[in-house]
């Protein structure tokens, strides 16, 4: 074999290896994401709707309820709007970019007094690593 085809081999595997990760990445965000929509109480649907995406940095922008509601009314409606929105900013990560999931309503820490949805999220993403076989 020459140097020429072992090197090509080579960049080949790399690329497989970075495609498959890159694959992983995306799942364990999704994994995070579907978690902390469920697990986020909801009154007018304003918190919900801002679990968003960030690729390479965070998205700290608040946006109104996807469908504004009343003790919980809108729920799904909102939570199937911000789960779109999100995974169409995912579905456009690159290798080696970052995935920032990020809430900036200012109450989001307090919501019912549970406990801190941000903790849930690494919690759940450190699960995932671990269920596909990751060393930690």
Same mark, same amino acid.
């Given at each position: ?29 999704? +994994? &995070? ?8 109480? %909801? /009154?007018?649907? #304003?918190?919900?709707? @801002? ?42 990560? +690159? &290798? ?8 900036? %309503? /200012?109450?989001? #820490?307090?919501?019912? @007094? ?23």
């Amino acid at each position: 074999m020459s140097l020429r085809k072992l090197a090509k081999i080579m960049d080949d595997f790399e690329t497989e290896i970075e495609n498959k990760v890159n694959d992983i990445v995306k799942d364990i965000a999704e +994994e &995070v994401l579907l978690s902390l929509l469920s697990r986020t109480p %909801v /009154d007018t649907s #304003k918190a919900v709707s @801002n679990w968003v995406i960030g690729l390479g940095e965070k998205d700290l922008s608040v946006i109104k309820a996807h469908f504004f509601g009343q003790r919980g009314s809108t729920r799904d409606q909102s939570m199937a709007a911000a789960y779109g929105k999100a995974m169409r900013e995912l579905k456009m990560r +690159e &290798v080696g970019v970052g995935v920032h999931i990020s809430n900036s %309503v /200012d109450y989001i #820490k307090k919501l019912d @007094n549970r406990e801190d949805l941000i903790e849930v999220a690494e919690k759940v993403g450190l699960y995932i690593l671990r269920s596909k076989g990751v060393a930690l």
